[in-house]
């Protein structure tokens, strides 16, 4: 079974200032991993993913994050936010071996952008 | 092109009632997910199906049900509602059944159970 845990359940941050969302996970075995946003009253989407290769991905909006298997951690970074960049975050895992689509997220992470 | 579309967008309900929420995928893509997501915490997959067939069940009592029609919309079901059931629910779409794709979340359908 895998588990989820963002570290922070709130991050407020000034505009143009450096970020960093914490996400670890716990899983018996390899696995993919997921950073969704969802902006207030939408649906999430996805910002980036972590399958195989380099161990830092970059997504959309000026997001990247980077995999450490050795500490099961995929934190989230964006050197300036912006006041757009206010909404939830959710990391989330699944199996290599899951042919369910079972993604597990993590409880959130309000990230608040102050101007 | 048009997104995940989900209906009714809110809806209020009595516990012991029964509800059906829908979920049109974006054109072209073949699998459904449902995931409940309780006011605080995050989405907690219910179903997913792929070619109209269950590929995944999460661990929702059997009150719970889905299908895929088709032309790969889908319903879920919720029977003998429980004031519990309040949530918002997302449905996913994507292209393929694997786990390497990208999920398309819609909206969601917020359910209320007084």
């Known amino acids: 079974a895998q588990s989820v845990t963002q570290l922070d359940s709130q991050v407020p941050v000034f505009e143009e200032a450096p970020v960093e969302l914490r996400c670890n996970y716990s899983?018996?075995?390899?696995?993919?991993l997921f950073w969704y946003v969802q902006y207030p009253n939408q649906g999430l989407q996805l910002l980036l993913k972590?399958?195989?290769?380099?161990?830092l991905v970059k997504g959309i909006n000026g997001f990247e994050a980077e995999f450490n298997k050795s500490q099961t951690s995929f934190h989230l970074r964006k050197p300036s936010v912006h006041i757009s960049d206010t909404a939830e975050y959710f990391c989330?895992?699944?199996?290599?071996?899951?042919?369910?689509?079972?993604?597990?997220f993590g409880q959130g992470t309000e990230l608040s952008v102050k101007p | 092109d048009a997104g995940v579309t989900q209906s009714p967008t809110h809806l209020i309900k009595t516990r012991g009632q029964h509800v059906t929420l829908r979920c049109s995928p974006i054109s072209g893509h073949k699998s459904v997910s449902w995931y409940q997501q309780v006011l605080g915490q995050g989405p907690q997959f219910i179903f997913q199906y792929y070619e109209k067939e269950e590929r995944g069940r999460g661990n929702f009592p059997d009150r719970f049900s889905a299908r895929q029609f088709p032309n790969y919309s889908s319903e879920l079901n919720v029977n003998a509602l429980l004031l519990g059931d309040s949530a918002l629910y997302l449905c996913?779409?994507?292209?393929?059944?694997?786990?390497?794709?990208?999920?398309?979340f819609g909206e969601g359908s917020r359910l209320t159970v007084l």
């Open positions: 996913a779409s994507s292209s393929t059944g694997a786990n390497t794709g990208e999920l398309f």
């Open positions: 899983s018996s075995v390899s696995v993919y």
């Open positions: 972590y399958l195989s290769g380099s161990t």
């Open positions: 989330a895992v699944i199996s290599v071996y899951n042919q369910g689509g079972k993604l597990i």
